[in-house]
């Protein structure tokens, strides 16, 4: 149980948001009731609804706290490569590989997308903040690092990071997302040496 | 209602997996009960357990159904390009683009896969065994193209058209889904012509 790690050392809210990220990436948004989540959570589902109206408010709650661990990523980023843009850029793929590892079950906030398919679901403008964010941050990377087309290089890596973490979800890690990091620098390096591809 | 463009002429069991299919693919595999699919495919509940035991056993041929689409997709490409396996696989990159668009809610075997974690859920032999035919097949046109890496290469169109399919359904027409085809032609460039990439 998620919440159980915690010891009653957190407070109910965020024993909550973190049972309700844990149990969703594990089993799915859908198939997650607040039952299981208040119970996950060492609490209760009076609790759960004080704290959130609904189970699609928690969802978004859920989606921004996994939103604020890829802000961390990028930090780390930028604070372990602080002048070498394009040493970043080659970290960037070493630690999304590490990532397709540690995290089987793929994107969560992509995931959630697929999951979540209704017209106006409050989750959909969470997924596309979050997702912008992300992409203009590689895409300020792949200038930073003194690409040729920076713009399409920042579009291969997201779907080849897209692709892989779906991939390593649906074909296990012996899948085509075992070759992610080759699969990237050939790409970067096509784009920073070759003719302009049309 | 899905089943209801097939006007009755075609057999109950056909309509319910047309139906679900659609159902499936348009709102998720968990959002959709039996009671929907029956409806749409102008039957009853009764009908469609007569036919399949389950709602497992209705996905599973559903995902099978959607495969033989697959094979057909596989089957016209080696008929309009029987002899030149490099222009076939620039076909293959046409044909996989205008998917995206016509597709706009991605793979159908990889969403199945987001949705159903749990193990030894029987749909996931079927996911599993229809992506290793599709890699199989993309491997086999990578070699007969001529280009200097197959498996690297279908690996990494793998990952491009899984990425942009999940991308397109994740952040819409102009996310990074829009330079699929840029992407791969880039990297099959890569791969035909420069020098081995570690």
Known sequence: MAGNAN?????????IVSAACTLFRENGIRATGVEAIAEAADTNKMTLYRHFGSKDELI?????CISDRHSAFWDRLA???????RRRLLA?????????VEEPYGCDISNAAVELKETGHPAHAVIEQVKAAQHRQLTDLCAA????DPELLANSLAL???GARVSRCVSGPDGPSREFSRACYAVIE????????N
Not at 60 to 64: D, I, N, Q, R, T
Not at 79 to 85: A, T
């Open 160 to 162: 080849l990071m897209e």
């Open 145 to 148: 690092a003194g690409t040729r």
């Open 92 to 100: 960037w793929v070493e630690l999304r590989a590490a990532s397709l």
């Open 60 to 64: 978004c709650e859920a989606l921004k």
């Open 190 to 197: 096509a784009l920073s040496n070759a003719d302009t591809v």
């Open 79 to 85: 604070s372990d490569f602080p002048s070498d843009s």
């Open 7 to 15: 010891g009653g050392k957190t407070k109910p809210r965020e024993r």
